[in-house]
């Protein structure tokens, strides 16, 4: 991020999807931490890429029809692996954020959080969440207004397995799959957009639990609180 402005980096590595010599991956992940009273993002070049597409996090294709003749030879990358990207980020700005007004304590949602994008290491509940629409026990967690905007990460969760699952029919990728899915994907992020347009949000901590203590004989009479 520079400027509010997202950059696309690392251009070296891009390949024509016609090459068939082996791809090299590198995987990334995002560390937040405090710049000036918001957070930031940056990135290491260690543990895994948190937005990354679940295909390309296990190298298989997990969308193929059981029924079909043989399997697409290899595991290769392709445009939805691309595009499944902006979901992930769609969801996590989701997943660490309430409403600015919102006082409750949220640290079910922060762990859900945590658990679906750890630091470090794989999460079987991100393969659970999207491949299998698990969504329902996150969505749960989230503000009421985050609830009602997790639709549209639904509908685009769902426009994209069913690519997924054309893509991967028969016993070759099928291309026509990923025709006007670009552009079909960006509607739906526009309308995410027009629909919380008016939704002024934070970026999620974890609230520490207020105790009451009784004083003893020794103490006096007032009551101390300890955080």
């Known amino acids: 991020m520079y400027n509010d402005a997202g950059i696309l980096a690392d251009l070296e590595f891009a390949k024509k999807t016609s090459n068939l010599t082996v791809h090299e991956v590198r995987t990334v992940r995002l560390l937040l931490f405090s710049c000036t009273g918001s957070p930031c993002l940056l990135a290491s070049d260690q543990g895994m890429n ?60 922060l762990n859900d959080a945590t658990e679906l994008f750890p630091p470090t290491g794989t999460s ?39 690519r997924y699952t054309t893509a991967e029919r028969g016993s070759q990728i099928d291309e026509t799959a990923f025709d006007n899915l670009h552009e079909e994907l960006a509607q739906i992020w526009a309308q995410a957009k027009e629909a919380s347009s008016g939704v002024k949000y934070r970026f999620l901590q974890a609230v520490k639990r207020r105790i009451m203590q009784e004083p003893n004989n020794h103490q006096g009479s007032s009551k101390r609180v300890k955080t």
């Open 124 to 162: 079987s509940k991100r393969l659970v969440a999207f491949v299998h629409g698990g969504l329902t026990s996150t969505i749960v967690l989230l503000p009421p207004v985050f609830q009602e905007n997790a639709q549209w990460l639904i509908n685009a969760r769902d426009l994209l397995v069913d």
């Open 50 to 109: 948190q937005f990354e597409s679940i295909e390309v996090s296990n190298q298989t294709y997990l969308f193929r029809d059981r029924k079909g003749k043989g399997y697409p030879p290899g595991f290769r990358f392709n445009t939805i692996h691309d595009l499944e990207s902006t979901w992930w980020i769609a969801f996590w700005v989701l997943c660490h954020h309430v409403p600015q007004d919102d006082n409750g304590e949220r640290n079910e949602q």
